[in-house]
């Protein structure tokens, strides 16, 4: 559940925050927006210190109500030399609701419209790291939730500016203790300004002992003193092994579905000149040509790793759909009900009703309601899930939205056989030999043909890369079996989008089948009886509505190869013994789920930038070599 908060009328709009687990005031008597402002924004030396910068990066110990980020942000806006791109990260180990953050930014209306767009993100906060996008991409809010110290300790990234805020040292000692400041100085370069309302001399002594040169400023009222400083160790801080990361120059991505869309759209944000080639006519060819897909997280008692990183790319795909289709043509938030047909789908026994994560969770995913499995014709008792934040999009509307974006510029026709090193640079050759651009970056997401093009390079082993073939079925909703559908999407062993709008009209779509170790695009008639059969058992009283048009052979099928690993997770990172080529394919039946957050990810781990996802679950998507996969198999 959120974290409880107490409003107190102090003839303050909304009321005067207060926390009974700590007995404390979330911000000073006077208000926290003179602190916000005076304490951290300037203590820290902003906006001077990130004025034409490419990026900056903000690292904040308490989130509490928001008020440093929205401050922060106003700020980003108003600044004609702010960076091209904001990064603020903060540790929140008790996250309070979204109305709450809404109701506290009620005392000053020149940030009410910033807190109304950051309430509407503020759902489904469970413990890891949540990406929050605002402005086109260009300001990140990172928010970690849980234990702040274990969450620094993993991080990778380097802040530029330190907020140390949260609850009185008297009442809350453990985010101001020295272990907390030793996670926070490995996130520090030497320079880094920290910033701090507190002058305790437990905090003092406990920076300085982490190489914090601090000092004390004139408060702002009704503290008569602040802390200001710098990191300035005596010893020689530890060097980061990641290699510096470069600066935005030229990209060439092979392959415009998904996957390549999205990691152009997210280098082009950065600043990079982005080619992308394809060997097809137009854009979305391939896999990403389904006419529509469906966008459902993945569940498990354990909270896997797929599971973690579905809601994360989720979310982003969502944010990605809001910011750029239209909703109702292009995409809808619809929910999607997840008919459990094999086995019960059983939710981590944290999320059950009664327990701490049970609002959070059920943001994403809850036991179907009476009133949901009617819709669907299915018994009461029938083992089910309802995903809130699900629907489907249209991928190749999603395509062209990224490839429409500034620096980004895309070549049909140019299919991509071979790269060769030329100085700092990769030439990428077509069929006959010729130079199809060159750039010093090359991402290679052309799906399962992205396995033939690392060899391409001079790689061995190859990339333990699959194809399977889908096969889905689709077609125009009739007059007289449209209220037989279900009002929204459905998905288990097989799934039904009931009404999707394509150029011909309203139509369903179900599907699809999975034949591994297959790349034909071809049709085939017993493919659609097989989607048939499973949207018997997955949805018999559409099966009633649907059957007419699968027996008069006016059912369409549409037939794509996805591509896969043998880990079921996206391959994602550098090619080993190629510098500056990088993969980013293999995301099976996921691309909905996973392109968005992909791209994202690679960005953000080519620039050392703020992870939007943990770092194990960043350490889980590497590239899949076939001879390591082999030798540790026997």
Not at 388 to 399: D, E, N, R, T
Request: aromatic share 8%; net charge neutral.
């Amino acid at each position: 559940m959120p974290e409880r908060i107490d409003w107190r009328q102090d003839g303050t709009p909304g009321g005067s925050a207060f926390s009974p687990r700590f007995g404390d005031r979330y911000h000073s008597e006077l208000g926290g927006l003179d602190q916000a402002r005076e304490v951290f924004f300037k203590g820290c030396g902003l906006p001077a210190a990130w004025a034409s910068q490419p990026q900056w990066c903000i690292l904040e110990t308490g989130f509490g109500l928001g008020l440093n980020f929205l401050v922060t942000w106003a700020a980003w806006q108003a600044d004609p030399l702010r960076p091209r791109l904001l990064h603020f990260v903060s540790l929140e180990a008790f996250p309070a609701s979204a109305d709450d953050v809404l109701r506290s930014a009620q005392a000053h209306p020149e940030l009410f419209p910033l807190a109304e767009q950051l309430q509407r993100q503020l759902w489904g906060l469970l413990p890891g790291v949540h990406r929050l996008v605002f402005e086109g991409g260009r300001v990140l809010l990172t928010l970690h939730i849980g234990d702040a110290k274990a969450l620094l300790q993993r991080a990778t990234f380097t802040a530029d500016s330190v907020f140390l805020d949260g609850f009185s040292p008297v009442v809350n000692p453990g985010i101001w203790d020295v272990h907390i400041f030793k996670a926070v100085a490995r996130r520090c370069r030497r320079g880094t300004r920290v910033a701090t309302w507190t002058v305790a001399r437990s905090v003092r002594d406990s920076l300085a002992q982490c190489g914090f040169v601090m000092q004390k400023v004139p408060g702002t009222p009704p503290k008569r003193d602040n802390l200001q400083g710098q990191y300035q160790p005596a010893w020689e801080p530890r060097q980061s092994t990641a290699p510096p990361a470069p600066a935005p120059a030229r990209c060439i991505v092979v392959g415009a579905g998904l996957s390549g869309a999205a990691v152009a759209a997210s280098l082009a944000r950065r600043g990079w000149r982005v080619t992308v080639l394809d060997a097809a006519d137009a854009p979305a060819a391939g896999a990403s040509s389904l006419p529509a897909g469906l966008l459902a997280p993945h569940v498990s008692p354990d909270d896997s790793v797929l599971s973690r990183l579905s809601r994360s790319g989720i979310r982003a795909t969502l944010q990605q759909a809001d910011a750029l289709l239209h909703a109702g043509s292009d995409w809808d938030l619809t929910g999607v009900l997840e008919h459990c047909l094999e086995h019960p789908r059983r939710r981590p026994a944290a999320w059950q009703a009664g327990q701490a994560l049970e609002g959070a969770a059920g943001d994403w995913t809850r036991q179907a309601t009476p009133a949901q499995l009617d819709d669907c014709g299915l018994m009461p008792g029938t083992p089910a899930l309802w995903h809130a934040q699900a629907g489907w999009i249209k991928p190749a509307s999603l395509v062209r939205a990224w490839l429409a974006m500034p620096g980004v510029a895309w070549r049909g026709q140019a299919a991509v056989t071979r790269l060769v090193r030329k100085g700092d640079a990769w030439q990428v050759l077509g069929a006959a030999g010729q130079e199809l651009a060159s750039a010093e970056l090359v991402v290679l997401a052309a799906g399962y043909a992205s396995g033939a093009l690392a060899p391409a390079v001079g790689l061995s082993p190859a990339l333990a890369l699959q194809a399977i073939r889908g096969q889905a079925s689709w077609g125009l909703q009739a007059p007289d079996n449209a209220h037989a559908l279900p009002p929204f999407p459905v998905n288990g062993h097989g799934s039904l989008l009931p009404a999707v709008p394509l150029a011909e009209g309203m139509a369903w779509l179900t599907g699809s089948t999975f034949e591994r170790d297959s790349a034909s695009c071809e049709l085939r008639p017993g493919d659609a009886q097989d989607n048939f059969q499973k949207l018997q058992a997955l949805l018999p009283s559409a099966v009633q509505a649907l059957s007419p048009a699968f027996a008069a052979g006016q059912v369409r099928g549409w037939a794509g190869v996805r591509c896969a690993t043998p880990s079921r997770l996206p391959a994602l990172g550098p090619l080993d013994g190629a510098p500056g080529v990088w993969v980013c394919s293999g995301m099976g039946a996921r691309g909905l789920s996973f392109a968005a957050l992909c791209g994202e990810l690679l960005a953000a781990r080519l620039h050392g930038e703020p992870l939007p996802v943990e770092q194990r679950l960043a350490d889980a998507l590497r590239p899949p070599y076939a001879a390591r996969i082999t030798k540790s198999a026997a």
